[in-house]
């Protein structure tokens, strides 16, 4: 059973369609969840780290949510260059300083 | 944060050879950490290298197959050995650079025919 659990898969926005990707959890002991995004032909970027549930974090059209089961990446009025892979991993007791990735949320934003 | 050289970037390799790749950090890091990536499927980690020990492999890798070596605190090398079609992947080096946050050099793309 897959432990982080990404949806959608893919999504295509028109520029300025506001939208949510999801990332849910089934760790016990939750220590941190984080959320990369990575463009083709690179390595993953670090964009957030949530520790507690009713954490938030932004930054610019970015902003992520926890839940004690999942969390949320809303992007508000996406623009062409916020295309790319955005991969949520989480950190937890039972695998100790490991992070465990989901296989991510390819998103397109078209102009 | 720490920037990290890999290369190469990507390879195309025969059936049956084995390919070393090389990962520089432009700092001194304890721990560097090898991940793999394969189409549609979630970043794995491989194993987790330390200056001066044995590497540690996660559950389904072993060191026969990817031996590491880790001989400075700025650089490691990760290689696929007797590779198999299976084999092709992104594999990804990776350093912590604080609060449990990882950074990643951009990949070497293999490909195994």
């Known amino acids: 059973e897959d432990q982080v659990t990404q949806s959608p898969e893919a999504l295509r926005l028109q520029e300025g369609e506001s939208s949510s990707l999801n990332c849910s959890y089934t760790v016990s002991g939750l220590r941190g969840l984080f959320w990369y995004r990575q463009d083709p032909g690179k390595g993953p970027e670090f964009l957030f780290t949530?520790?507690?549930a009713g954490e938030e974090k932004e930054k610019e059209r970015l902003k992520a949510t926890l839940t004690k089961k999942e969390s949320f990446l809303h992007i508000t009025a996406p623009k062409p260059e916020d295309s790319a892979t955005y991969l949520c991993?989480?950190?937890?007791?039972?695998?100790?300083?490991?992070?465990?990735f989901g296989a991510g949320t390819i998103l397109r934003v078209k102009s | 944060s720490a920037v990290i050289s890999q290369k190469p970037s990507r390879d195309i390799c025969q059936r049956g050879t084995s390919l070393t790749i090389q990962c520089q950090v432009d700092?001194?890091?304890?721990?560097m950490f090898w991940y793999r990536q394969q189409p549609g499927q979630s970043l794995t980690l491989i194993a987790t290298?330390?200056?001066?020990?044995?590497?540690?492999?996660e559950s389904g890798f072993v060191i026969d197959k990817f031996p590491i070596s880790r001989p400075n605190l700025t650089f490691s090398t990760l290689t696929v050995s007797n590779m198999s079609p299976e084999d092709s992947s992104i594999y990804l080096c990776?350093?912590?650079?604080?609060?449990?946050?990882?950074?990643f050099g951009a990949g070497s793309r293999l490909t195994v025919l």
């Open positions: 700092s001194q890091v304890t721990m």
């Open positions: 290298a330390n200056q001066g020990s044995e590497a540690t492999y």
């Open positions: 991993a989480v950190q937890a007791e039972e695998y100790g300083n490991k992070l465990v």
């Open positions: 949530l520790y507690s």
């Open positions: 990776s350093v912590s650079t604080g609060a449990n946050v990882l950074t």
